[in-house]
């Protein structure tokens, strides 16, 4: 099954205490994105990437860093957590509709993070 | 900067009803315009794209228009269903793009 894996889940975790959230596709596409949804704010990109090794900011990446080593995962890390990091995250890949040229995106389940 | 609208009230309506869901945009000129479904708790779900060169797109029950002139989209579920409650997302977009740009969603509750 087409799909993109993302853990854990759900973790608290305290201010300061460095975390990783994995993200792992499995259709062969290039690019790849993190996101955060808040309420009331909606979905924001926190970082994409458009290859191994080739990574960007989105609207809010403070905070927050990526790297892309395998074409397959893109995982999200949190150096030093604080509370307004509180939110959910998903990751997404896409590929490029080649009749469009649009982004379409698969996302992930999710991954409710809190920080005390 | 980029600025996308989406009614932030939800919308209720009674099963066997249209419901029309609506998108404006401002500050850019999108190539083209995704809409999502997000169910609670879970990620959102791609459900149909249109081009900036369509007026107009179906899917089964499903109609999306794209006016560029007045900078809206609109999303429209015929014969809705209890089971189409849920949030819908717009997402216009440039051509090449790689930051994909999320309205906040129109919740939808459809009443059996």
């Known amino acids: 099954e087409a799909q993109v894996t993302q853990n854990p889940r759900y973790l608290i975790t305290v201010t300061g205490k460095k975390l990783t959230v994995t993200c792992s596709q499995n259709?062969?596409?290039?690019?790849m994105s993190w996101y955060r949804q808040d309420p009331g704010l909606g979905l924001r990109q926190i970082y994409y990437?458009?290859?191994?090794?080739?990574?960007d900011k989105g609207d809010v990446p403070e905070g927050y860093k990526v790297s892309r080593k395998e074409k397959r995962n893109f995982p999200l890390i949190l150096e030093s957590p604080s509370p307004n990091q509180t939110s959910l995250y998903f990751c997404?890949?896409?590929?490029?509709?080649?009749?469009?040229?649009?982004?379409?995106?698969?996302f992930g389940a999710g991954s409710r993070l809190t920080v005390l | 900067s980029q600025k996308i609208e989406q009614n932030s009230e939800a919308l209720n309506i009674q099963e066997g009803k249209t419901a029309t869901l609506t998108c404006n945009y401002t500050?850019?000129?999108?190539?083209?315009l995704q809409w999502y479904r997000q169910d609670p708790g879970r990620g959102p779900v791609f459900l149909l794209l249109?081009?900036?060169?369509?007026k107009e797109k179906r899917k089964e029950r499903l109609k999306v228009t794209f006016d560029t002139t007045l900078k809206q989209s609109l999303f429209h579920i015929t014969a809705s269903q209890p089971a189409d409650s849920a949030t819908y997302l717009c997402?216009?977009?440039?051509?090449?793009?790689?930051?994909?740009?999320f309205g906040a969603g129109t919740r939808l509750f459809v009443k059996a």
């Open positions: 997404a890949s896409s590929y490029r509709d080649r009749e469009s040229g649009a982004n379409v995106l698969t």
């Open positions: 259709m062969n596409h290039e690019y």
């Open positions: 500050n850019y000129s999108p190539a083209y």
């Open positions: 997402a216009p977009s440039l051509l090449g793009g790689f930051k994909t740009i």
């Open positions: 249109i081009r900036e060169n369509e």
């Open positions: 990437s458009m290859n191994v090794e080739v990574t």
